[in-house]
């Protein structure tokens, strides 16, 4: 018995589970459950970006609640990334401006708040995720903006799946309102005057503390159902059950392990049981974004900016990794993917276990979802199968815009790379920082 199984899950049957694959999908359910809302709908996500799709969404949410007064309309993001520009703009105060713009325009019941999870967001950010609809939970990867909407003809594509279960929608608003909305650190970001971080650090560190304690209410009562969904939570290296979680899906793989991430930077304890996998003969399956495909990506024809090497340096582990692994790519057992189409993004993570463990998650597989942010995820447990034949075909629309990797061979090297990202990459290895670096992305 797996460590979760310990603890009953909400049951569910294959009917209560759809399965998107497409960004364009997305918007349109997630603007219709609003529209059709009628008890709650609490959304927490990293950001609701000031841009057309942001302000659809936002605006939809006021519509909802002047139409229905009684609507429970609350939306969490992070508390620092609220209160920002984008990066390389103008100072501002960013998304929480529209909030304040709108909530004075609509003057309806909705709520935002930010939640500061660190003191600094370069030091870990709210990265829940999950909508909860009535009784649907809309669970993704994505935040909500243009790209992560298709608002116009770009795309970040990301998984996508709604959840139809009552007592696991309640177990993630008992959350929200007991261990955040219930927390003096958590203040509305759509009224004026702001809030300042000086004005709740005491309160935000008491928050920290209670929320690596914390975790998601498991079911009452025994699953009758074959097919079942856990919610977990993890904050910190230490006592983490959603890394917990993750690990054990690693090392009780049988027969094939399927990953999906944006960022290939898998934090050591992953590494080492990945590289175990393979020894033992295990098929493996690595789904990732080609660095054109990374949300930081610039092309050579625009001017360099610092963090546009990161898509260079992830590209760097990888070349390292396949380099290491080549003799399980010869041979079958390990079999890495590299999405890209067009300038489109790719945002995808989640694992697959031997096609009957599902884990859901925001969780980059990467040292920062390991260590600093807070992260969710929900496991679909489904002995039966049930739930293959969409799992099965959101992985071939994925696999269309793929290629795969024969080896480190089929990547550019540090040599073919721009000069300004070559001496940047350069510089960070001689001083030995990358290693730092790594830790934070």
Request: hydrophobic content about 40%.
């Amino acid at each position: 018995m797996l460590f979760w199984q310990e603890k009953p899950a909400y049951g569910l049957t294959s009917k209560d589970v759809n399965v998107l694959t497409n960004a364009q999908e997305y918007r349109t359910h997630l603007l219709a459950l609003i529209a059709q809302a009628k008890t709650r709908i609490y959304i927490t996500t990293l950001y609701l970006q000031d841009d057309e799709a942001g302000r659809e969404v936002l605006a939809a949410l006021h519509q909802a609640s002047l139409a229905n007064p009684a609507l429970d309309v609350k939306v969490l993001v992070d508390f620092h990334r609220a209160q920002r520009g984008l990066i390389g703009a103008a100072k501002s105060d960013g998304n929480a401006s529209l909030y304040c713009e709108y909530q004075e325009k609509y003057q309806s019941n909705v709520q935002i708040f930010g939640v500061p999870v660190k003191a600094k967001e370069l030091f870990g950010v709210l990265h829940l995720k999950g909508f909860v609809i009535d009784d649907t939970l809309l669970y993704s990867g994505a935040s909500l903006n243009n790209v992560y909407l298709q608002y116009q003809e770009r795309y970040r594509l990301d998984r996508y799946f709604l959840v139809e279960q009552a007592s696991l929608c309640d177990s993630v608003i008992d959350f929200i309102e007991h261990e955040l909305l219930s927390s003096e650190a958590v203040p509305r970001i759509d009224v004026r005057p702001l809030t300042k971080f000086n004005d709740i650090k005491i309160a935000q560190k008491q928050l920290m503390r209670s929320l690596k304690q914390a975790n998601y209410a498991h079911s009452v009562e025994q699953n009758e159902q074959a097919l079942g969904v856990r919610l977990f939570l993890g904050l910190g290296r230490r006592n983490n059950e959603l890394n917990r979680v993750i690990k054990s899906l690693f090392d009780a793989t049988e027969q094939e392990l399927v990953l999906y991430t944006p960022y290939f930077n898998f934090p050591a304890p992953l590494m080492r049981s990945l590289r175990r996998l393979l020894k033992q003969g295990k098929q493996v399956t690595i789904v990732v974004g080609d660095k054109t495909a990374n949300d930081f990506y610039l092309p050579p024809s625009e001017p360099f900016s610092k963090i546009g090497a990161l898509p260079y340096l992830y590209e760097t582990i990888l070349h390292k990794f396949l380099k290491s692994q080549k003799r399980h790519i010869i041979n079958g057992n390990l079999n890495v993917y590299l999405w890209q189409h067009e300038s489109n993004s790719f945002h995808l993570k989640g694992i697959c276990a031997d096609r009957k463990y599902h884990l859901l998650s925001g969780h980059n597989l990467n040292p920062r979802a390991w260590g600093l942010d807070i992260e969710n995820g929900i496991l679909l447990e489904d002995p039966e199968q049930s739930l293959m034949p969409a799992i099965d075909n959101e992985r071939a629309e994925i696999l269309q815009h793929c290629r795969r990797l024969n080896g480190a061979e089929d990547l550019e090297t540090m040599d073919d790379y721009p000069p300004a990202v070559k001496k940047l990459l350069g510089q960070a290895k001689r001083v030995k920082v990358d290693f730092i670096i790594k830790r934070f992305i």
